[in-house]
Each structure stands twice: as C-alpha cells, then as structure tokens.
C-alpha cells in the first residue's frame, strides 16, 4: 500500500507538468509595457488590482513588464512621467457598480495609437484576479500570442482540514482566489466534470467503500457514480464529458477502466498484476497511463 501511494503521487506529479509555468524571455528584447491605473481615484483595490495584472503580463511573455504603479487619467494621451520610455501602455478604469461589482474599462496604447478597448463588467469583487487573467488573455490573443485558455480556467485541489477532514477548492491559477465547494467529510482526486466547469467529481473515502461522487456547483446536489474496494479515482473525462476514465482496485489490484456516464457500464482496460493508474484520453481511440510493470512508474500507451 505504501508503494502505491508513492506511485500515485509520482503519476499525478507527472500529469500536472502541463499546470506548471516555464517563462522563459529574453527581457532585452521584449518591447516595455507599462501599466496605468486611470481609475477616477486612487485605491487600495487599484493598486491590488494592478500587481495582479503586472502578475498575468508577465506570464503572457509578450512583453518586458514595468511593474511601478503610476496613476494617469484613462483618456489622457500621455503616459504618466515614469512610463514616458514605455512602448506600449496598458491602462485599466475600474468603477464600483454600488452592487458589489466593477465596471472597468481597458484600453492599450502605442504610441498613443489605440490598439485595443474593451468594457468588462465583474458581478463579485472577490473574483477581481479572473478580471485580471481576462484582460491579460484578450490582450494576448490581440496581439497574437499563444494560447492561454487554461489562465481564465479554474482549478481543483483538495487540502486537509483536519483529522480525517479536507476541503475542496476551487481556485485560480495563481491560487489568489480560493474557494471551498465541498467540506465535511475525508475527499481525493477532484477532477471537473465539464469544460464548462459546472460540475466536477470526487472521491469520497468516508463511506464503506471509495466511492466516487458528481457534484453540481450551483445547486450542491450530488450523485454516486460508483464504489470499489480498495480505490476508486477518476483521472480523466473525455471532452464530450460522457465517458470516464477511472482506476478501479475491485480485487485490491489497480487497473484502468472506461466508464460510460450515459450507460452506467464499465470496460476494463488493462489487466496486469501490478500497478496501472493515472489513464488520461488522447483522442478518442487511444489512452496514456501510469505503469510500475518496468519497475518503476512510467508512462505508457495503449
């Protein structure tokens, strides 16, 4: 057992390599973007607001980021005295809507030329880093970069709350925002059932059985999908969300099967007598897993 821990650690370290970020830029050779608070007054959420914008520039790697924090008018033509060597200015105005939420205006300049404006409108002001990370991917996507689709995205992650307790979160990339969706009882492996991300699964280890759970995040409603002795994880969804991979232990021997939500029927995978996790969808006829049969945990094909 303590092997297989090991194992299934090393195989979900293997398949979050994709959530890692490696920046790499030549800063010489970046043109400097400025970023400018034109908000009508001064602020604390400005200025917060602004380190996390500066945060998502700099991941988006286009640009050589200047970090400083300077307040200019939003429509005035110049930018503000420190910025004056900047080639690009990103400028944001952000106006409370009395409800709780921001209307802010955007715009980016080049040498006062207006190359990008947009009104976004965010209904919670706890959510002001995903106005960041949208802000941050149109500008990207306007100046041609590559695709960012996972910044806006949320993530799941499951965290100890106590003895036999964990919560689930949902965050964002950064993890600057954190909520907890599920608490109460001892969860595993949260995966998002949709790309819509309006539901997700779980595994719950407080029952008799490792059981895996759907949830949906509106209502909090939740149904069983299915039990097994021994381990129950589901490790990938397929796009369409109908179809499942989970790694079962019905015999206390973990293998790799597909799940048919739709059907409710199961097909075994793989059949060894050691250890196969971790099955991840590559297109539709192929899948990728986690393996010790050379040894050691390896990545393989079938």
């Given at each position: 057992m303590r092997?297989?821990?090991i194992?299934?650690l090393?195989s979900?370290?293997?398949?979050?390599?994709?959530?890692?970020?490696?920046v790499?830029?030549?800063?010489?050779?970046?043109?400097?973007?400025a970023?400018?608070?034109?908000?009508?007054a001064?602020?604390?959420?400005?200025?917060?607001?602004?380190?996390?914008?500066?945060?998502?520039?700099?991941?988006?790697?286009?640009?050589?980021v200047?970090?400083?924090?300077?307040?200019?008018?939003?429509?005035?033509?110049?930018?503000?005295?420190?910025?004056?060597?900047?080639a690009?200015?990103l400028?944001?105005?952000?106006?409370?809507?009395?409800?709780?939420?921001y209307?802010t205006?955007v715009?980016?300049?080049?040498?006062?030329?207006?190359?990008?404006?947009?009104?976004?409108?965010l209904k919670?002001?706890?959510?002001l880093?995903?106005l960041a990370h949208?802000?941050?991917?149109?500008?990207?996507?306007?100046?041609?970069?590559?695709?960012?689709?996972?910044?806006?995205?949320?993530?799941?992650?499951v965290?100890?709350?106590?003895?036999r307790?964990?919560?689930?979160v949902?965050?964002d990339?950064?993890?600057?925002y954190?909520k907890?969706?599920?608490?109460?009882?001892?969860?595993?492996?949260?995966?998002?059932?949709?790309?819509?991300?309006t539901?997700?699964?779980?595994?719950s280890?407080s029952?008799?059985?490792p059981t895996?759970?759907?949830?949906?995040?509106?209502?909090?409603?939740k149904?069983?999908v299915?039990?097994?002795?021994?381990?129950?994880?589901?490790s990938?969804?397929?796009?369409?969300?109908?179809?499942?991979?989970?790694?079962?232990a019905?015999?206390?021997?973990?293998?790799?099967y597909?799940?048919?939500?739709?059907?409710?029927?199961?097909t075994?995978?793989?059949?060894?007598?050691?250890?196969?996790v971790?099955?991840?969808?590559?297109?539709?006829?192929?899948i990728?897993?986690?393996?010790?049969?050379?040894?050691?945990?390896n990545i393989?094909?079938?």
């Amino acid at each position: 057992m303590r092997f297989l821990i090991i194992l299934l650690l090393c195989s979900f370290s293997l398949w979050g390599a994709d959530a890692t970020l490696e920046v790499t830029k030549n800063v010489g050779a970046l043109p400097r973007l400025a970023i400018e608070d034109g908000s009508a007054a001064s602020s604390e959420t400005g200025l917060r607001f602004h380190k996390m914008l500066s945060a998502d520039m700099n991941v988006v790697s286009l640009f050589n980021v200047d970090d400083r924090y300077a307040v200019q008018s939003f429509d005035h033509p110049m930018p503000s005295a420190i910025h004056k060597d900047s080639a690009y200015i990103l400028r944001y105005r952000l106006v409370a809507d009395g409800s709780g939420g921001y209307r802010t205006d955007v715009k980016l300049l080049q040498n006062n030329l207006e190359l990008f404006n947009k009104i976004y409108y965010l209904k919670q002001s706890e959510m002001l880093v995903f106005l960041a990370h949208s802000i941050a991917y149109d500008i990207n996507a306007k100046m041609g970069g590559g695709p960012l689709e996972w910044m806006k995205r949320k993530v799941l992650f499951v965290r100890l709350s106590g003895p036999r307790r964990s919560d689930i979160v949902a965050a964002d990339y950064t993890l600057s925002y954190q909520k907890v969706v599920l608490s109460g009882g001892m969860y595993g492996f949260a995966k998002w059932a949709n790309h819509e991300q309006t539901d997700f699964y779980y595994t719950s280890l407080s029952d008799f059985h490792p059981t895996i759970y759907k949830v949906n995040l509106a209502t909090g409603n939740k149904s069983a999908v299915i039990s097994s002795d021994g381990m129950a994880v589901c490790s990938d969804v397929s796009e369409d969300g109908n179809r499942l991979l989970l790694t079962l232990a019905p015999s206390g021997q973990p293998d790799i099967y597909l799940y048919d939500i739709r059907t409710k029927n199961k097909t075994r995978l793989t059949d060894y007598s050691g250890i196969d996790v971790s099955g991840q969808f590559m297109g539709e006829d192929r899948i990728a897993f986690v393996s010790n049969r050379m040894g050691s945990p390896n990545i393989f094909s079938k």
